[in-house]
């Protein structure tokens, strides 16, 4: 198993930048694929990013694409997400998820269902 917690979130103006983090606890964080998801006030959550055990491939989401990158450092157990030109449509709470990949092949995990764990989330607010 694997804890999540994420960190990072804050209020940041329109046009702004932030960085989060989600530090993962255990020895096998890397044979963990990892995602970003986020859910607005009112709305369902949705996919943001997702990126594979060993950084090597990625896939966001069309709303983000070019405006937010993710990584990972499996030395330090951390997948980050960093949200550059950000618009007030971007404010929802982000959550990291993980999902063990014990096959030889990626597929981009876009659906919450794909992933077994979860943190519990970090607030990113976007003033207009």
């Known amino acids: 198993q694997v804890q999540l917690v994420e960190s990072g979130g804050g209020l940041v103006q329109a046009g702004g930048s932030l960085r989060l983090s989600c530090a993962a606890s255990?020895?096998?964080?890397?044979?963990?694929?990892m995602g970003w998801f986020r859910q607005a006030p009112g709305k369902e959550r949705e996919f943001v990013a997702a990126i594979s055990r060993n950084g090597g491939n990625t896939y966001y989401a069309d709303s983000v694409k070019g405006r937010f990158t993710i990584s990972r450092d499996n030395a330090k157990n951390t997948v980050y997400l960093q949200m550059n030109s950000l618009k007030p449509e971007d404010t929802a709470v982000y959550y990291c998820?993980?999902?063990?990949?014990?096959?030889?092949?990626?597929?981009?995990?876009?659906?919450?269902?794909?992933?077994?764990?979860w943190g519990q989330g970090t607030q990113v607010t976007v003033s207009s």
């Open positions: 255990g020895r096998t964080f890397s044979r963990y694929d």
């Open positions: 998820a993980a999902e063990p990949n014990r096959g030889s092949s990626w597929f981009a995990r876009k659906s919450e269902y794909d992933y077994d764990y």
